[in-house]
């Protein structure tokens, strides 16, 4: 197994309340110890040493005694070389909500980060996140689109050194027809964005730093459930998306072609994006003329279980 060398991972949202807790999960790949330090957008600091090979998952709260200080936004874990970790948030006993996702902690960053989803009804909310790890502040330009690539509205905002654009989409001042936007920062940064049902239930999420890509794989498709799936054309440009359906041996089940206008986002259930039947179907891939984002969400009949993938 080969892991990136990486001097740090960002921990870019803490959510640690009376409603909703923050947990981090890290696995030490060096065949020698590794000590790290999670370095916190107050200043404050934990250390933390992992033996070789070990794992080891603590929530946020646990690090400062059961109650996480007032200010708590944000960390960066230093030292992070041969460790793969991930964040977990998820809804306390105290609440009326029963919410577990997580999202990988990486080091990865990029001055353009794409939100292919946008979901604000009576079923549906989104969170956004947007999080400058650097040490100096920058500009975000941010751009909503509605589902046929039209442009909404553009705007633009300051964001401070270890500051977050943060909150829900129906609360950022988007326009009613948003689809989608796209955020372009003036240095480095790194985003996510979360679904979640308002009955308290299900909750997905994922990073949005290097999703844009020219093909890939949606790994699952939900056989307890369903799949949802979302294209966004990010060029100034039409795009043709091929898709392909197979099932676990490697047999083509069935294939497709989406022509997308510039900025136009496609979305819809896995099946409804084929005209035959995909039911044996267990993972697609898609290659596309010019970049796009895609992405799934699966979800489990019962209501309870959510997860969100880019392709991959």
């Known amino acids: 197994m080969c892991i990136r060398d990486r ?28 000590q790290i330090v999670i ?7 934990v250390s933390r040493t992992l033996a070789a090979f070990e794992h080891q998952a603590f929530l946020i709260r646990d690090l400062f005694n059961g109650t996480t200080p007032a200010g708590v936004e944000s960390a960066v874990i230093r030292n992070a070389d ?14 009326s909500s029963s919410y577990l996702s997580g999202i990988l902690l990486t080091d990865d960053t990029a001055t353009d980060i794409y939100y292919p ?49 943060l909150g829900l989409a129906s609360g950022l001042g988007f326009p009613a027809e948003t689809a989608w936007f796209s955020i372009h920062a003036g240095a480095p940064i790194t985003g996510f964005e979360l679904f979640g049902t308002n009955d308290g239930k299900q909750l997905g999420g994922y990073v949005g730093v290097g999703i844009k890509k020219m093909e890939g794989v949606f790994a699952k498709i939900e056989k307890d459930g369903w799949t949802g799936i979302a294209f966004v054309n990010t060029e100034n440009a039409t795009a043709t998306v091929d898709i392909s359906a197979y099932d676990d041996s490697g047999t083509l089940i069935a294939s497709e072609s989406l022509d997308l206008s510039p900025y136009e986002k496609v979305v819809g259930m896995a099946s409804n994006l084929f005209s035959d039947d995909i039911d044996t179907a267990t993972y697609i891939t898609f290659s596309a003329s010019a970049n796009v984002v895609g992405f799934q969400l699966n979800g489990s009949s019962d209501g309870m279980m959510l997860d969100g993938l880019p392709g991959m």
């Open 117 to 165: 989803h946008v979901a604000s009804d009576a079923a549906w909310w989104t969170g956004i996140a947007a999080y400058n790890p650097a040490d100096t502040s920058t500009t975000l330009d941010i751009t909503t689109y509605d589902q046929d690539g039209n442009i909404l509205d553009m705007s633009n905002l300051p964001l401070p050194a270890g500051g977050k654009y």
């Open 7 to 34: 001097e740090k991972m960002y921990i870019s949202h803490i959510a640690s309340d009376h409603d909703w807790w923050t947990g981090v999960s890290l696995l030490n790949t060096n065949a020698e110890a590794k």
């Open 39 to 45: 370095e916190f957008n107050t200043g404050a600091t």
């Open 82 to 95: 041969g460790i793969v970790g991930l964040e977990l948030f998820g809804s306390t006993e105290n609440s």
